[in-house]
């Protein structure tokens, strides 16, 4: 096996390791768009850092972490009509980066590493940043799993339990940020956002519990990669597009087991 589809396939499995149970936690908050709207706000990230010659990690890490925690103020006191917001924050942004880019007399951007990422030029030191926080976060997630679990669920009975539902809210939002400024230079937004989302729903239809949701789903995104990378080698097709259009096929044969399932048992 080719050096670089190795280090695709390692580092696009420990990306889908995290992005299983983070995606989880994404579907069961109703918060499909958090995770779109944080990846379009990096692209605002990526301008500011090329306006300042700065590395693009720094720009993406900072604006991720400010729409997330602006996200967890307006939805804990209801600012803001949540959905309107996330589309406000997600189209703004993505504008005024998309503007930053291209006005800047400096830059020879191409739009597309941004959007799809550049998988197949991973190196081991990326590699090794990603199992890193990797580590960190599933960690987290283990420690705090029942806290979670409680403010996602029913965030009433957190309150009667006292746990303190802004401060996990943020821990959990910090965490997406996070993944996502790391892996959008590697995986690009479009795939990011896919692994994020698309796993956890197909998952959601054959899981009883959330503990076997979060193992299926975790199981799907791993099974996306190797497929995407399978049919990028072998047809000379993208890689990360390969990758969202094999997450789309999980998608759309589970929806159709799902049907078929419903119309026996009914």
């Not at 976060?137 to 029942?146: A, E, H």
Request: glycine share 6%; net charge positive.
């Amino acid at each position: 096996m080719e050096s670089f589809i190795l280090y695709a396939l390692v580092a696009g499995i420990g990306v889908a390791l995290l992005s299983g149970p983070l995606g989880c936690f994404l579907i069961w908050q109703r918060l499909a768009f958090f995770s779109d709207t944080l990846a379009h706000s990096a692209l605002l990230g990526i301008g500011i850092s090329l306006w300042f010659h700065l590395n693009p990690l720094w720009g993406i890490f900072l604006v991720t972490l400010i729409i997330a925690f602006l996200l967890t103020i307006t939805r804990h006191k209801k600012i803001l009509i949540h959905d309107g917001f996330l589309n406000l924050l997600s189209t703004t942004s993505l504008s005024l980066g998309l503007i930053l880019i291209s006005v800047n007399p400096g830059v020879q951007s191409n739009l597309m590493t941004y959007l799809f990422g550049d998988i197949l030029t991973i190196t081991f030191k990326d590699i090794i940043l990603i199992y890193c926080m990797g580590g960190i976060f599933l960690t987290v997630i283990w420690i705090f799993w029942r806290p979670l679990l409680a403010v996602t669920v029913d965030p009433d009975l957190a309150v009667i339990h006292k746990i303190p539902i802004i401060k996990i809210r943020l821990l959990f939002m910090v965490m997406i940020a996070i993944t996502i400024a790391v892996a959008i230079q590697i995986m690009g937004i479009i795939l990011i956002t896919a692994l994020f989302i698309i796993p956890a729903m197909v998952a959601r239809y054959f899981s009883s519990s959330p503990e076997k949701m979060v193992l299926l789903a975790t199981l799907i995104g791993i099974f996306v990669v190797i497929g995407g990378l399978i049919l990028s080698f072998y047809l000379d097709w993208p890689a990360a597009p390969s990758m969202v259009l094999m997450a789309t096929t999980f998608f759309a044969v589970g929806s159709i087991s799902n049907y078929l399932n419903f119309k026996i048992s009914a």
